[in-house]
Structures are given as C-alpha cells and as structure tokens.
C-alpha cells in the first residue's frame, strides 16, 4: 500500500509541475489555486507513504520520476 500511496504523490506532482506553464507568474487565480492544491495532495500521499517507507527509499524517487516522465514534453 505505501507503493500505491508513492506512485499517487509522485502522480500528483507531475500533474502539477505540468500546470506550472499556466500560472503564468501567479497571475492567473485559477492555476494557481490548483497547482497549489494538486501539490498539497502531493505532500498528503508522501506523508501516509513515509510511515512505512523510509525516507532513504522514498527521496530518490521524488526528483527523478518526475523528471523522467516531464523530460518528453
């Protein structure tokens, strides 16, 4: 389960970052609102997958899964 629970925080994050383009210098309410909120969702799956998981596991996958998935767009 705490797999499941990584695979959603780094889901979310990607989802994000991806949403970076359209806050466009936190001008644009809307994007903002939800960039924020996908993040927060980000750090609420990572906080339930860090009871099992420790950090040593979990912190390689945080930079680099996003960075591997966001280098194609």
Same mark, same amino acid.
Request: aromatic content about 18%; proline content about 8%.
């Given at each position: 389960?705490?797999? +499941? %629970?990584? /695979? !959603? /925080?780094?889901?979310?994050?990607? +989802?994000? $970052? *991806?949403? %970076?383009?359209?806050?466009?210098?936190?001008?644009?309410?809307?994007? *903002?609102?939800? +960039? $924020? !909120?996908? &993040?927060?969702? @980000?750090? &609420?799956?990572? @906080?339930?997958? %860090? &009871?099992? %998981?420790?950090? +040593?596991?979990? &912190?390689?996958? !945080?930079?680099?899964?996003?960075?591997? !998935?966001? @280098?194609?767009?």
């Amino acid at each position: 389960m705490h797999w +499941v %629970l990584l /695979a !959603l /925080a780094l889901g979310a994050e990607v +989802v994000a $970052t *991806s949403a %970076l383009k359209a806050v466009e210098g936190v001008t644009r309410l809307a994007p *903002s609102a939800f +960039v $924020t !909120l996908v &993040y927060f969702v @980000s750090f &609420y799956f990572l @906080s339930f997958a %860090l &009871y099992t %998981l420790p950090v +040593v596991i979990a &912190y390689p996958f !945080l930079p680099f899964v996003p960075l591997f !998935l966001l @280098s194609p767009i």
